[in-house]
């Protein structure tokens, strides 16, 4: 007898697109009231879905917010320090790069205001975050080596 080799594939599928509703429902979650205010119960409510459906596919707060996070830099990538890296002129070199926070706030204020809003009382949340403040401070130490001590003090 021929056995068949049992493949999830249609189940996989299944469990995909519910992630994705429950990611999306968070993501609009928190666009709207913000992370603290978010419950496990809107979330399972806004994505059709049962609060234990929820619970299984997210451990913990922080796999949400990782998701969450990973959602929104999909939709709005943080500004890339590549970007104006091979501008030499440092003043040219500040623009392009406030030009390019300014522009990644803009899209992303709705989300970003709540989000850091929430931060101090979500640990995990602030966890998720920190890599981005990494990234502005690294941006911020470079484009700061670029000035001569007084320039641009006129």
């Known amino acids: ?14 469990e995909s697109e519910t992630r994705r509703r429950i990611v999306e ?60 890296g091979a501008i030499q002129d440092p ?14 706030y803009r899209r992303g204020e709705k989300m970003l205001a709540k989000v850091n809003r929430d931060a101090a009382e979500l640990p995990a949340l602030a966890a998720e975050l920190a890599p981005f403040g990494r990234l502005v401070d690294a941006v911020r130490e470079d484009l700061q080596a670029r000035w001569e001590p007084g320039e641009g003090a006129g």
């Open 1 to 14: 007898m021929k056995t068949r080799k049992y493949t999830k594939r249609r189940r996989a599928e299944q």
């Open 25 to 84: 429902a968070v993501y609009a979650l928190h666009a709207e009231i913000g992370p603290a205010r978010t419950t496990i119960k809107a979330i399972a409510e806004r994505a059709g879905v049962e609060r234990l459906t929820v619970y299984r596919h997210f451990a913990d707060e922080g796999e949400i917010f990782a998701a969450c996070g990973a959602h929104f830099q999909a939709e709005i990538p943080p500004p890339d320090p590549g970007a104006w």
């Open 91 to 104: 003043a040219e070199r500040l623009r392009a790069a406030l030009l390019a926070f300014y522009g990644y």
